[in-house]
């Protein structure tokens, strides 16, 4: 083939241009596949507890509402019908927020108070042989921030749930975003002169008929390292990606353990039922001067509609193993993640490493022949370590790569 591109040799060659291509194509096949064989332990690790993380805080949802409408059943049988209405709508609104819908903790737990005080005016607090009128129950809805009849309790809830939803919602963001990383990583556009490189380091020798002589490490080193001197930039990024993650995973304990925020819910709302009946004479003085007497009409309260044992499996499954809480697991990943910090930092180094090059002290491959030891000068990683590489040409950065550079500086300020 005397019109060879990139395989050009002295010596005699058993390559045609057209072998020359599909050598090409070979060669960045390949590397693409190391990319996603040394990811895929991590890519696994991520994804595997982002959806583990997910399904547990769905179930710690619906058991905290069982728990929340149990409470109503059990202790205010007469207003439970209607209360569990209010109390699904407010764990709806808890589910959307924390996977990821734009709606405000501060407002849906003033609406979850809000709809409920008419139905504790109706049933503990001014109870009647008719119920409430809706005119009536809408005045005590708009006037329940100004009377305060659960005190201080909206006010606690508010600050736990804000926190504690907030947190595990970010953490699940960044969970996704740390696939995401990866997932843009293993399909990388190789530049042209990049390709032409790995061709002359993994198949030209082929071309020789020298089919089992490997790359001298110094020239595997400067070929990956400037094919893969983008990603390389993610390094620094990624770091702080996983030390934000660690300390997002400490904050996410204690008082602000969504496990126990949610968990702990139902009795929240029985202390605010209690301060209710308790301060009931004056709540119903407060009443009288904004909405007036109560206007009243036929009572219709069904007793409980919710079906107490659907979820009692899930209770098991959580009390089963205390030693399987959210804060255990998240340890454990955050400690599994930690042996990946320099994952992109060290990525060139690994490839070479494990398969690509020649063992030390063996012939190697320098790009033309196969020699005891490669001359040039080995360049570091990075894109600015590229502009004394002798094997590749780096142009510029990859937008694809600044992009997800941009997330991670995001999710790290968030």
């Not at 749930?161 to 595990?168: D, K, N, P, T």
Request: charge should be negative; aromatic fraction near 8%; glycine fraction near 6%.
């Amino acid at each position: 083939g005397v019109d060879l591109q990139v395989c050009t040799s002295k010596n005699p060659t058993c390559c045609t241009k057209k072998m020359e291509e599909r050598y090409q194509t070979a060669a960045k096949q390949d590397i693409q596949q190391m990319l996603q064989t040394s990811s895929a332990t991590l890519k696994f690790l991520i994804s595997r507890n982002a959806a583990v993380f997910q399904e547990t805080f769905e179930m710690l949802i619906r058991l905290a509402e069982n728990y929340t409408s149990t409470l109503f059943c059990n202790a205010y049988r007469n207003m439970a019908a209607e209360a569990t209405v209010h109390v699904q709508e407010f764990f709806t609104d808890v589910g959307l927020f924390l996977f990821g819908t734009d709606v405000s903790t501060e407002e849906f737990v003033n609406r979850f108070f809000d709809t409920l005080f008419p139905v504790v005016y109706n049933h503990v607090i001014n109870p009647g042989p008719t119920d409430i009128s809706l005119e009536y129950a809408e005045c005590l809805r708009v006037a329940r921030r100004d009377i305060r009849p659960f005190g201080n309790i909206p006010k606690k809830a508010i600050g736990q749930m804000g926190r504690a939803l907030l947190l595990s919602r970010t953490f699940l963001q960044a969970l996704n975003l740390g696939i995401e990383v990866i997932n843009t990583t293993d399909h990388l556009h190789f530049s042209k002169d990049c390709s032409r490189a790995l061709l002359r380091m993994q198949y030209c020798p082929h071309c020789q008929g020298l089919t089992l002589s490997k790359p001298c490490m110094g020239y595997c080193l400067n070929i990956i390292r400037g094919c893969l001197a983008d990603v390389a930039e993610v390094d620094l990024h990624w770091q702080g990606y996983i030390q934000s993650l660690e300390e997002l995973s400490r904050a996410m304990s204690g008082a602000y353990d969504l496990e126990h925020v949610l968990l702990d819910f139902h009795s929240l709302v029985n202390d605010a039922l209690v301060q209710a009946r308790i301060n009931g004479p004056e709540l119903s003085e407060q009443v009288n001067k904004i909405c007036g007497p109560p206007v009243r009409k036929p009572k219709e309260s069904p007793g409980c509609s919710f079906d107490q044992n659907k979820d009692n499996q899930g209770l098991k499954m959580l009390s089963r193993d205390s030693e399987e809480t959210l804060a255990n697991r998240r340890k454990e990943f955050i400690s599994h993640l930690r042996l990946y910090r320099a994952f992109y930092g060290g990525l060139a180094d690994q490839l070479c490493g494990n398969e690509l090059a020649a063992a030390d002290g063996l012939p190697c491959w320098n790009g033309e022949d196969v020699v005891t030891s490669y001359t040039h000068r080995v360049v570091g990683s990075g894109i600015k370590a590229q502009s004394a590489n002798p094997e590749v040409t780096v142009k510029g950065t990859d937008p694809v790569i600044n992009q997800i550079i941009d997330k991670l500086k995001h999710v790290i300020q968030v």
